[in-house]
């Protein structure tokens, strides 16, 4: 029997299941996990700055290892539990052994949680993600014929089984109940101990209006875009609902087909009960994503508010053109980097 052996809880998203919620609630929740016997290294800035701004966790993949580590030979620790969250170490793990390999070597008990979402719903929110923060410029038919991850899920859990690390996956696109009780439950403290942010949404969508536009500044300065158009429009106006971008129908077919033969292996082979299931895309998907995207091509919506903080965030690149310059000057070499390689 083993006594006392701590505990080693890693949250890894993936990206676009509510993770920067979690984690905003997170920071705002370390004096109460603590009180549940639950560790999580949180910095004072955090802590302190507005929940609506975009979160990453409390660690990072090359800290990682050196931290579980640490934890696991800390004879006086102050919790048995510690609790480590980042969405983009999904991608981590599923392509490096070496990450499931030195964690199953330490002397604790090791668990992930981990999310996943239905395809054309994580579709459309990495495309827009990409849109976001990362400088993309291709349309969502372009996007889609080459969208994938089944693969890399396959991967991530082959490797998990092989050195036989927990793992706690919930379908996000299946939760009924709120994320924070959910996560509560995966944790095993109670639904009552995780305080929510200020707002409803941490890490917004862009909605429609501002994708056209980030897309159009993406195709002038890059990623360095997001800068003055979506971070000001996403922290400043978190309430803003996501957008749905333009579909044909043939590449929606195409996807479907492609997604819904993968679904099939995966709820066969993986899932345990309803909640872990993906759900077979149909028809009826297609006719929903038009009926919210029912904009006239070419014609947006756009509120006055979203047009202040544009002004206010395009003026002040507009005083400092030396920012505006930097900003382009970076894009332009990112542009020779990538066509050289």
């Avoid at 981590?92 to 395809?119: C, G, K, M, Q, W």
């Avoid at 310059?325 to 970076?330: G, L, P, V």
Wanted: with cysteine; aromatic share 12%.
């Amino acid at each position: 029997m083993e006594i006392n052996r701590k505990s080693i809880t890693i949250h890894i998203g993936h990206c676009k299941t509510g993770s920067s919620f979690i984690q905003s609630s997170l920071d705002k929740s370390v004096d109460r996990l603590f009180h549940h016997g639950i560790s999580y290294p949180s910095s004072n800035d955090r802590k302190t700055v507005s929940d609506s701004y975009i979160r990453s966790g409390n660690t990072r993949a090359k800290e990682l290892v050196s931290t579980s580590k640490k934890f696991a030979t800390n004879s006086s620790g102050a919790t048995p539990v510690l609790l480590l969250s980042n969405e983009l170490l999904y991608n981590n793990f599923a392509t490096n052994e070496d990450y499931f390999r030195l964690l199953s070597a330490l002397d604790a008990s090791v668990r992930i949680i981990l999310f996943t979402r239905d395809p054309l719903d994580y579709a459309r929110s990495s495309y827009n993600q990409l849109l976001k923060r990362h400088g993309y410029v291709d349309t969502f038919d372009e996007f889609i014929g080459q969208f994938d991850y089944f693969d890399l899920l396959f991967s991530f859990l082959e490797l998990a089984k092989r050195h036989s690390i927990a793992v706690d996956f919930v379908n996000y696109s299946n939760i009924k109940e709120p994320i924070l009780d959910k996560f509560s439950d995966l944790i095993g403290v109670p639904r009552n101990t995780l305080e929510a942010p200020d707002v409803d949404v941490v890490n917004r969508s862009l909605s429609e209006v501002e994708m056209y536009i980030q897309q159009q500044f993406n195709k002038k300065y890059g990623r360095e875009a997001r800068k003055f158009v979506a971070y000001p429009l996403c922290e400043k106006l978190p309430y803003i609902k996501n957008g749905f971008p333009s579909l044909s129908e043939e590449c929606f077919s195409q996807f479907q087909a492609k997604m819904n033969q993968k679904i099939s292996i995966f709820n066969d082979k993986y899932t345990l009960n309803e909640d872990q299931k993906y759900n077979l895309i149909t028809d009826a998907h297609y006719s929903s994503f038009l009926s919210k995207n029912n904009k006239i091509p070419g014609e947006f919506l756009i509120t006055s508010e979203q047009l202040d903080v544009l002004v206010d965030s395009l003026h002040s690149e507009l005083v400092n053109p030396l920012t505006a310059i930097k900003r382009w000057a970076k894009w332009k070499i990112s542009q020779y980097k990538n066509y050289a390689a």
